[in-house]
């Protein structure tokens, strides 16, 4: 028997940074390939006390069936948080989600149809790319500056029937890259003027470490589209827990696919979390997060500097948990990954984040799971691999 | 804004069920109508235990990003019990997915296109229906005799070019029908001989209370399709943990697809159910819900021979945790629902589990969920309706 696949398999790939963490398995090996939070910085004990509290006071509950739209405690304090963070967010139009990544297939869902063009940054989000590709879209990109798009390569892919924009505006995967305050406005400007719906991904926007907190995209929308976050990066990601946050007309429609994906989301999942919320002060927690990943980048860059060819530029993130390296043109970071891992060090070369299959000069790199000692010598290692390319 | 969603939408609803069971929170109405396992067989404290070791011992890893195949001990546990059974099924080909309605968005993912044709029971699971919906199928039905589908039909649909059938051969949802030995044979040596792939979902297949066991239709074809498992019923359905078996070729596309959906199912609620059944004899656990939900089962079949007028016919299901009615010709369920909610009983009109618009005299009851005194107090005022539109 041959299988009869359906035809957008034809199109999608295994994650590649999926498969190189199969490679980094190996302990021996210093990798800034993961796009792992640090697990050392976990709220393990306070979810070991709230998970105690869920089984004895609520446990069969917390066992049972629940709603798609997801646990009403929980949508309620994510609420809160928006708005004290300066955003109106009614509890109603959050729906819980089982990642961030299930917004993107759900979203994908309700609104590509075969062909549609669909606008990403370049380098985007491989995540998106990956769920976005299951429904057979026309990517158009956009370069991605220092400070956010460029506006006139973006106003060009409106004009010419957009669909819709995904994008990171907040420490992005892969670059580590933030829109200023006038790009943000730029581009809500622009997606109003041509009806395009905005998907605005923050995994990381808590996750700040220089600089000041700015308004979402989304709140300079007339008509906002979908605005996606996550407990992954600022709690824990085991947990599966996301929530897009949409207007009625779309959010009816999320929820009829989220029946149809996974009826809804880990209820036990859910009501720990709650009551981690509920007994915590999360803010405090990110507070550690932040301080920790600010000092790992900070000697990331600083050890760049001092370990790498001077012909080899890189973003400065204000947060998150990526930076982003340029290789002089020519530059294959594929053959370099061959070279650093018999090195034991890895990257996760930036050709992927590519849909055009270009940026085969560039590499992500990731500071949030490595200690000071750690990135010093990986770092070191990584450029002395460099250099015996520039030779 | 005019949002454009995609053509797919227009065809998919809400769950109907999913609707009632808001109509059925009120707690003076005696619902037959949820799918809901009964929460006081949870294994609340065995749950809670288990999930005091996971945060104690493996905390920090139980919180973290994990494979898209799923745990490794988990799947292990799986595959025994599968072996315990007699069906040889390695770990590798087990992939754990965000319950096992997930499995269903992934098959449709990977298998359909646009216009194939999709074999169903009929009446069929809706969930399957939902899921198949988002991917524009052409749906063809088999009428479901006592015995299983009707061979006849069933091979003019394969005839027909049909891609795959879905199916639930023990103890269905809706009608609580089971397929005969010689009916899983008959449909096996159907599916080898038009190359139609199968999908063998088994949610209830460990709940039998009455009869043999019998093999699944999957240990009988020569190439086997998906068979698809859950803890649901089993253990708790609130980790929304389930699994799906397929050979290597269907396995890797299956897994591209769940990457793309929600990246892997939460770390924290396969550890917490790994070491509950490394801990715990769950086939004990199994014989407590076999033995209530058949004394469940026998009491309203008991009733409804008290009860119901005598032009109502009933399946006598030998598992799992749904009966199903028949009125006679002409009557609706529909209206029936109006009338019952009002002498506050509830229970499911038959006809969304039909795709064809059909069924509008049949109706689904739910046994697993009530004890004898609910069962015996909603029967009769069910019965009561029913008279009210005979006479």
């Given at each position: 028997?041959s299988y009869?696949f359906?035809?957008?398999?034809g199109t999608v790939h295994r994650s590649?940074?999926?498969?190189?963490?199969k490679?980094t398995?190996?302990?021996?090996?210093i990798?800034?390939?993961?796009g792992?939070?640090?697990?050392g910085l976990?709220p393990?004990a306070?979810?070991?006390m709230?998970?105690?509290e869920v089984?004895?006071?609520?446990?069969?509950?917390?066992?049972?069936?629940?709603?798609?739209?997801g646990?009403?405690?929980l949508?309620s304090?994510?609420?809160?948080?928006?708005?004290?963070?300066?955003?109106?967010v009614?509890?109603?139009?959050?729906?819980?989600?089982?990642?961030?990544?299930?917004i993107?297939?759900l979203?994908?869902?309700i609104?590509?149809d075969?062909?549609?063009?669909i606008v990403i940054e370049?380098p985007?989000?491989?995540?998106?790319?990956?769920s976005?590709?299951?429904f057979e879209?026309?990517f158009?990109t956009?370069s991605?500056?220092?400070?956010g798009p460029d506006?006139e390569?973006?106003?060009?892919?409106?004009?010419?029937?957009?669909?819709?924009?995904y994008?990171v505006?907040n420490?992005?995967?892969?670059s580590?890259?933030?829109?200023?305050l006038?790009?943000?406005?730029?581009?809500?400007?622009?997606?109003d003027?041509y009806n395009?719906?905005?998907i605005?991904?923050?995994p990381?926007?808590e996750l700040?470490?220089?600089?000041?907190?700015?308004?979402?995209?989304?709140?300079?929308?007339k008509?906002?589209?979908?605005l996606c976050g996550s407990f992954s990066?600022?709690?824990?990601?085991?947990f599966?827990i996301g929530?897009?946050v949409?207007?009625?007309?779309?959010y009816d429609?999320?929820?009829i696919?989220?029946?149809?994906?996974d009826?809804h989301?880990?209820t036990?999942?859910q009501?720990?979390?709650?009551r981690?919320?509920?007994?915590?002060?999360?803010?405090?927690?990110?507070d550690i997060?932040?301080e920790?990943?600010?000092?790992?980048?900070?000697v990331?860059?600083e050890?760049?500097g001092e370990?790498?060819?001077k012909?080899?530029?890189i973003?400065r993130?204000?947060?998150g948990?990526?930076?982003?390296?340029?290789?002089?043109?020519?530059f294959a970071?594929?053959?370099l990954f061959?070279v650093?891992?018999?090195?034991?060090?890895?990257f996760v070369?930036g050709?992927?984040?590519?849909?055009?299959?270009?940026g085969e000069?560039?590499?992500?790199l990731n500071?949030s799971?490595?200690?000071?000692k750690k990135?010093e010598?990986?770092?070191?290692?990584?450029?002395?691999?460099i250099?015996?390319?520039?030779?």
């Open positions: 028997m009869k359906a035809r957008r398999m590649f940074i999926r498969e190189i963490l490679v398995a190996n302990p021996e090996i990798s800034f390939a993961g792992l939070p640090n697990p976990f393990v306070a979810m070991d709230a998970s105690r089984f004895s006071e609520i446990g069969s509950s917390a066992l049972q069936y629940s709603t798609t739209e646990d009403a405690g949508r304090i994510i609420s809160g948080r928006y708005v004290k963070r300066g955003l109106t009614d509890p109603d139009s959050i729906l819980v989600t089982t990642g961030s990544q299930q993107l297939d979203c994908a869902k609104f590509i075969r062909g549609d063009k370049r985007g989000y491989l995540g998106a790319i990956q976005f590709s299951m879209p026309e158009v956009v991605l500056d220092d400070d506006l390569e973006l106003e060009a892919a409106f004009k010419d029937g957009a669909k819709l924009f994008a505006p420490f992005q995967n892969p580590g890259v933030s829109y200023s006038e790009k943000r406005k730029a581009v809500a400007a622009l997606l003027k395009v719906l905005f605005e991904d923050d990381y926007g700040r470490f220089r600089g000041d907190d700015l308004p979402s995209v989304y709140s300079f929308c008509k906002p589209g979908v990066k600022i709690a824990a990601p085991g599966r929530w897009a949409a207007e009625k007309e779309i429609k999320l929820v696919a989220k029946q149809a994906s009826l989301t880990s036990v999942a009501a720990i979390m709650r981690y919320l509920e007994t915590n002060e999360i803010d405090d927690h990110i997060i932040r920790s990943y600010g000092r790992q980048c900070e990331m860059i050890m760049i370990y790498f060819p012909e080899v530029s973003t993130p204000e947060g948990m990526f930076l982003w390296a340029t290789m002089p043109d020519g970071s594929m053959d061959d650093a891992i018999k090195d034991k060090v890895a070369p050709r992927p984040f590519y849909v055009d299959g270009s000069n560039t590499l992500r500071f799971n490595s200690d000071e990135t010598d990986g770092i070191k290692r990584l450029g002395r691999s250099y015996s390319f520039l030779k």
